[in-house]
């Protein structure tokens, strides 16, 4: 008979287990508490088998009991533990002293499984026989697994019908003396090259049973019957598609694609077949697709041929959904392969693409931008030209550089007007772009602005890059400007206009202008230290040829 | 901390067991004094003893097809299959069933035991030469065989039948659900194979005696599982790890699913087939592959039924059904699964073979198949299993006593363990069991077998036995 202790410290297991199974599916395995309640089970367990040698556990519907003691009890179905395990035909639980750390969190692991999920193939019987511990026993009831109570005594009586009745076995002794001697089969004993050829055999074995099964696939759409065959074989190479990218086989999917491909210019192939083909070819495309192949491009390190390889049998259904994951994925080379696959794709429908424009994040518009640079399609422009006024600046920027080096003339105004642009980062941008479209009217449009008076007020890194833009016209004008610029004196703000001196010898420098030579002389005993330094260095550029 | 320690424990012991099997081995080509045989004696030796310091003792015993050390059965892994093989054979070669060393070993008492081991290959009554050339060796004792469970253990023929007619059951209603287009799951068919599983590990004769049962009235389910059984058994001869058997179980449960096309009058009709039904019947392997890919989605187990079931009647050398454009080398678990098939189908009166054969003619035919139907390599380790005789089989002996063979004998094909139905005086009896491997005082075999016969053509089988 156990003692009120032993009930007690069985009682404390029960809750100990049902505390973990809480615990486990609420916090990560590297939270803190995850540890903890494992190793307070543990424990619980050890101080047990202190004084025991098993804990022996009785399970029935609502209740389990220890040593016919009831210690837990549970009238309901949510969360019964008794139930839990009851229902797949668990009747007993023995846990040994032996029992180990890793045994036990093992065994709590398989107790806090989401078993409600639907491709959870196991039950908790599976998963404790797959483990087979060491020290932890159990007792289950099968019966529940026929499907019919009776069938074994219906069988049993079936068969006990038919046997031989004493005649029958009687001739059947008489016959023996007649029967031919026994031949017997000769049996080859194993011998150890039996066993390193199985060896070998075990090995070859593990290959990828996908590629065997698409082989079959497609030797079932060879050898279809009827409308039906040819629709489930599609459909299972559209199954296998997706196994092969759930499990980061990317080489089989698209080897299924390139097969599909050359079937479908097989005359001998009826034409209903080739279009219910197309579906299979739109599959790949599939927003659920594109999905998964984003969380497998996150998950592991895709060789970047093997990628592309795959993209080759997208179409342009895949670019919304690339662009929906384009913003979600984590790692830098996964981003990297969707921005490829969408230049690929993206030549095909400008337009798809650059719907991705209208994205409210701005770093998938700076990419959509990126990408519509590098296919450097001119028909992307109608599309960018409504992001020059997109909120973030760094998508300004992208866009205009992109207006600048697609250099269509149309978008000469737009561009002028970013000249008006709030931010600096951006107006440099589109005096660039200006230049790069069309350099007559730029060298216009530049010369009007530095001269202008709003532009003494720029800071100097913006003046800087305009008159760096305005070094690449060598012309008379510019020059004059220049000299005009240099040599200007003022009383009023004197210091912003050295630096707009100081801007000017820097652009002459960059000209290596030699009649600028005696001016720049002077200027390095100005008072001012800017318009020295750069007098300076603007006298060794030329003087040096740079 | 402790984890760790445990785990070193159970390698060490596998160690163990391995390293008995490389002196041995070893020591059967070189002298004992050969640096060879010293090291590997050495090596044993520090095993042993690192093992007896901490655990009191060290207990090998070889139980049914495995070896266990201080009570812990030592798992499978590839690496070993070779030499746990060996040393098994060499076990039941002398009828030794454990070795037990009490205290701290020294090199030359494993010298010694190696000695005495060698020589008493070749006695008449191995066990015994052993025990006393062994009489001076203290730091050991030795014992025969433990049996698994008392022969006729009620409880045990109840659990294998009760597991046998489950199996068939589930087949039956899982089969007829996909036929009536419902969603199953395969959560039961798994925890039906483990079943199967456990009591191949454990009683594998008598799973494999219901096989030999045939005659039922549905039989495409007995079929069914008869090909799970057969091929687990032999999945487990080839090493296979349990969870591999399962995976096998499961796809060689399934392997005939396409039939669930095929109309029961046709399946089940007494004549042969027209050229009109042949062509259904060959189509089910095509069938069978839609039925368990419509099953649940793809995913490992699902594939491999796949491909079993369209491989299955393909043969070693593509001779069979169906065709295909490009064949590759069938799986594994196709090649397991076709000779289970043919086996089975041979021996029931059902489908391939109108009039059924005994077991031992089918045995004959699968034989004149390898090489051509039939995977060579894994037909001897099939016909190594089911024995020359197997279970099943109606024999007649030299002491004129009418038997069905009932338990083979991997060491002795030729002398199984025989259920007696009619005595030498000519008498029906009420069946008992004998070993062919007795001898009698003088060393002569007390019998043998004369002559099989064919167990359909009298509806005799182990029924009355095992049911
Ligand atoms: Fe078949
Ligand atoms: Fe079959």
Known sequence: METAEDIKAAKEIIHAILRTKKNLRMYPENNPIYARTIGDTYTRFRSFFNYRDELNLKINQNDILYDSEQIYYNPGKDDNLAFFFFKDGLREITFKNGLSETEIEEFLKILSLDFDREFVDDDIVTLLWERDFQNIRYVVDEAFLAEDEDYETEAVREIKEKAPDADELLKAYDDAFKADEVKGVSIVPLTDDHLHSLARELERDVYDKTDKLVEILFEMLYQAESAGDYEDALNFLEGAIEFSIRHGNMETASSIMKRATGLINDPSLPDNVKRQMRLLFSFPSSGEMIKLLGELLDSVEIDEKVFDEYVRFLDKNAIPPFITILGELKSINARKNVINALTFLGGKDIRALASGLQDSRWYVVRNIIYILRKIGDKKAEEYLLKAVRHSDVRVRKEVIKTLGELGNRGVLQTLKDCLEDPESQVRISAARALSNIAPEVAKRIILEKVSGKNFMDRDLDEKKEFYEILSQWKDGDVVDFLMRTLKKKSFFRGAVNDENRACAAYCLGLMGNKDALPVLYELRDSKNELLREYAYTAIKRIEYGR | ?467
């Not at chain 2, 009828?95 to 290959?121: H, M, T, V, W, Y």
């Not at chain 2, 079993?308 to 069979?320: I, L, P, Q, R």
């Not at chain 2, 004998?434 to 089988?461: F, H």
Request: aromatic content about 10%; overall charge neutral; some cysteine.
């Open chain 2, 1 to 467: 901390m402790a984890d760790k320690e445990e785990k070193e424990v159970i390698k060490s012991a596998k160690d163990i067991v391995n390293q008995l099997a490389v002196i041995i081995k070893t020591a059967h080509f070189h002298d004992p004094g050969n640096v060879a045989v010293v090291t590997a004696i050495d090596r044993f030796v520090a095993l042993a003893n690192s093992l007896i310091a901490s655990e009191g003792t060290l207990v090998l015993e070889l139980i049914g097809e495995f070896f266990y050390v201080n009570g812990t059965r030592i798992k499978y892994s590839l690496e070993y299959l070779l030499n746990f093989d060996f040393l098994g054979r060499e076990f039941k070669k002398r009828e030794l069933g454990s070795i037990i060393f009490r205290n701290a070993i020294k090199p030359a008492d494993i010298q010694a035991f190696l000695k005495a081991f060698i020589a008493s290959a070749f006695s008449q009554n191995p066990f015994e030469t052993l025990t006393e050339n062994l009489a001076d060796v203290d730091c050991l004792i030795i014992g025969k065989p433990k049996k698994l469970k008392e022969e006729g253990e009620f409880d045990v023929r109840r659990m294998v039948k009760k597991t046998y007619f489950n199996a068939a059951s589930y087949t039956k209603g899982i089969m007829n659900r996909i036929k009536s287009g419902e969603k199953v799951s395969i959560k039961k068919a798994k925890r039906v194979v483990e079943s199967m599983v456990d009591l191949i590990l454990e009683e594998e004769e008598l799973l494999l005696g219901m096989t030999a049962i045939k005659g039922h009235d549905e039989y495409t389910y007995y079929h069914s599982v008869n090909v799970s059984i057969l091929s687990v058994a032999l999945g487990q001869r080839l090493g296979l790890s349990r969870k591999s058997l399962t995976e096998l179980g499961l796809v060689a449960l399934f392997h005939d699913m396409g039939k669930i096309e095929i109309p029961d009058e046709i399946l089940n009709k007494p004549t042969n087939f027209t050229e009109d039904e042949w062509r259904l019947i060959r189509r089910h392997p095509f069938w069978g592959v839609r039925a368990i890919l419509r099953l649940k989605g793809l995913d490992a187990t699902a594939i491999r039924s796949a491909i079993v079931a369209f491989e299955h009647h393909m043969h070693y050398d593509f001779s069979g059904y169906p065709k295909v454009r490009r064949p590759s080398e069938l799986d594994f678990y196709s090649k397991i699964v076709s000779l289970a098939d043919q086996y089975d189908a041979m021996t029931s009166s059902r489908v391939y073979s109108r009039i059924p054969m005994s077991p031992d003619k089918a045995l004959s035919i699968m034989m004149e198949r390898t090489g051509t139907q039939l995977d060579p390599l894994l037909f001897t380790f099939f016909i190594n299993m089911v024995g020359v005789f197997p279970i099943g089989t109606l024999v007649i002996l030299d002491t004129k006593e009418l038997g069905l063979v009932y338990k083979s004998n991997s060491l002795f094909p030729d002398r199984p363990r025989v259920l007696v139905i009619i005595d030498s005086k000519g008498s029906r009896v009420e069946g008992y069991v004998v070993d062919l491997t007795e001898k009698d005082a003088g060393g002569k075999y007390l019998r043998t077998i004369l002559k099989t016969m064919d167990p359909n053509k009298y509806k005799i089988n182990l029924a009355e036995y095992l049911l």
